[in-house]
C-alpha cells in the first residue's frame, strides 16, 4: 500500500525501487557513466525488467529527474506552510528555501539535477528540466506572493547554492570563496 492509501501493483512497487535506484546511481556516475545494469542491480532486480517498466535509459533518466522534482516541490510546499500566516513574500521564500536546503543535504537529489544540467542537450532531458524548473518557479511565485526579480533571485541563489555545495566551499575561508558563499543556507551534507 503506498502513501496515499492506495494498494500498488508489484510492477508499480518495483518502478518505484528503480528510479530510486536510478536517482542514486546518476546522482553518482551521471547519465554517461551509469549503465542500466548498475541501476538494475542497486534495484536487486534484472537488467531486462528495468527495460520492461522503462523503454530506454533516457526515459528512466526522465523518471529520476521527475521524481527529484516532486521532491523538491513537496518539501518547499512544506517549508511554506511552516510560515507564520502574515509571513512577508521574503520569508515565504526563505522558509522554502531553508526546506529546499535540508532536503538537499543529501546530495543525492542535487547531483541528478546537476548531472541533469550536463545533458540537457538530449530532448527529453532538456524538456523534462525545464519543466521542473517551472514547477519550481511557479511554486515559488504562487506561494509566495513575490515579485518576479524576487522569484529570480530566489532561484539564481538556489543555483549559487548547488555550485557552493557541489565544491565544498562552505567553511571555505579563502577571500573568494567568503565572497561566493556570503549569505548562502549550505545543507549539512548526509
Known amino acids: 500500500m503506498s502513501k496515499s492509501g492506495v494498494t500498488l501493483s508489484r510492477s508499480d ?29 542497486t534495484a ?13 535509459k533516457v526515459a528512466l533518466f526522465v523518471a529520476a529527474l521527475e521524481r527529484c522534482f516532486d521532491q523538491i516541490t513537496a518539501a518547499m510546499s512544506a517549508g511554506a506552510a511552516r510560515a507564520a500566516a502574515e509571513a512577508t513574500p521574503e520569508q515565504l521564500l526563505y522558509d522554502m528555501g531553508g526546506a529546499y536546503a535540508e532536503l538537499i543535504s543529501d546530495k543525492n537529489l542535487l547531483m541528478l539535477q ?5 545533458v540537457a542537450d538530449v530532448p527529453e532531458i532538456g524538456q523534462a528540466l525545464r519543466e521542473g524548473l517551472a514547477r519550481v518557479t511557479e511554486l515559488a511565485k504562487q506561494r509566495s506572493g513575490a ?12 543555483q549559487l547554492c548547488h555550485l557552493i555545495t557541489t565544491l565544498g566551499l562552505d567553511g571555505d575561508t579563502s577571500p573568494w570563496a567568503q ?12
Not at 536487486?44 to 530506454?56: C, D, E, N, T
Not at 546537476?114 to 550536463?118: D, E
Not at 515579485?147 to 538556489?158: K, S
Not at 565572497?179 to 548526509?190: E, Q, T, W, Y
Open 13 to 41: 512497487l518495483r518502478r518505484d525501487a528503480v528510479v530510486d535506484a536510478a536517482i542514486v546511481e546518476f546522482a553518482r556516475t551521471g547519465y554517461h557513466g551509469t549503465p542500466i545494469a548498475t541501476v538494475a542491480a
Open 179 to 190: 565572497i561566493v558563499s556570503a549569505g548562502i543556507r549550505h545543507p549539512k551534507l548526509r
Open 147 to 158: 515579485e518576479d526579480a524576487l522569484v529570480q533571485r530566489f532561484i539564481a541563489f538556489g
Open 44 to 56: 536487486q532486480i534484472s537488467p531486462a525488467y528495468v527495460f520492461k517498466l522503462f523503454p530506454g
Open 114 to 118: 546537476v548531472h541533469a544540467q550536463s
